[in-house]
């Protein structure tokens, strides 16, 4: 058995849409050579110190052969140090953002509304809480998750995908520039939005995920 790890976005969690249509595409083939493929996700706490142990205990467990991170999961999945990591619609300056609600949470009912604003789906879905406390932990979580960038002499692999239509990138949350400044050129863009599009992931995300599993 492969194991492919993959980490959810914010408000993502076990039954978010990517994973969901890769394991039912898995589910239908047996790679040569690898065997049946198993894409594990999981939902992790929005704290990023608790999430990183509990990522790092399931990293442990599984030993995957590849993490993918979504969106906020990605400085996740970058904190995962010594396998191939690939990207859809990398968040990376997420954490400069929560710089500035963390302030605002302080006022009276912000926290709350942020909740609101911010609530996610039903399910099993991550749970969130615009606290000034765990906001402010983002910024040491960015930073701890670039020190794993090809910037920073990494050896690992990195490869993303960005969205043209991406409504994120308007706000620089999500940012070419910005990976670029950290990975290079190592990314491909596709003529969707933020939450990759069927058709991307069949034509873009799973032919990649064969070339770093070692198979055409």
Known sequence: MT???????MGGGGDSRIPSILRERFGRNVLEGCGAV??????????????????????????PALVIGESLGALHALRIVGMPHLFVSPALN???????????????????????????????????????????????????????SVRTGSRDKHFA????QDHYRKSGIVSVHTWEKYFGNSYMMYDGTHFMEEEFIDSMLMPKIFEVLGHK
């Open 3 to 9: 194991n492919i790890l993959y980490i959810h976005g």
């Open 38 to 63: 198993n894409v594990v996700v999981r939902t992790y706490d929005f704290d990023p110190e608790i999430a990183h142990a509990q990522i790092t205990s399931w990293t442990e467990e599984l030993r």
């Open 94 to 148: 997420t954490p400069l953002f929560f710089r500035y609600m963390a302030w605002m949470s302080v006022l009276p009912g912000v926290t709350e509304l942020l909740g609101r604003i911010y609530r996610p789906k039903e399910g099993d879905r991550q749970k969130l809480h615009f606290t000034y406390r765990v906001l402010c932990k983002y910024g040491k979580h960015r930073k701890m998750a670039l020190s794993n």
């Open 161 to 164: 995908f960005f969205g043209m």
